[in-house]
């Protein structure tokens, strides 16, 4: 089987054997890339934040929107893998 000029299957009587040019492979080495990404990103500005802000998170303790903005983050972390997986099943990724 070729794609886009590279062979991603060999196959010989009836057994099938995927190489390591399968698009789908990239894809969701993209979607945890994706996902990666996004919790470290989170990570430095909620860092950030409690390195500049020590004292007073120390006297006051974290304010609830780096909770909030932290569930957004895991959220929007968890939607990437299945629209990587709709686009691996439906072939819109090709």
């Known amino acids: 089987m070729l794609w886009r000029d590279y062979a991603i299957a060999v196959g010989k009587d009836g057994v099938t054997q995927d190489s390591v040019e399968d698009p789908g492979l990239a894809l969701l080495a993209t979607n945890m890339a994706l996902v990666a990404f996004a919790i470290g990103l989170f990570a430095v500005y909620a860092g950030g934040h409690a390195v500049a802000r020590a004292p007073r998170y120390a006297a006051t303790g974290l304010p609830a929107r780096l909770g909030k903005?932290?569930?957004?983050?895991?959220?929007?972390?968890?939607?990437?893998?299945?629209?990587?997986?709709?686009?691996?099943?439906?072939?819109?990724?090709?």
Do not use: H, Y
């Not at 932290?70 to 990724?93: D, E, I």
């Open 69 to 94: 903005r932290g569930m957004q983050t895991f959220g929007a972390a968890l939607c990437v893998v299945p629209a990587g997986l709709f686009g691996m099943w439906t072939g819109l990724s090709e």
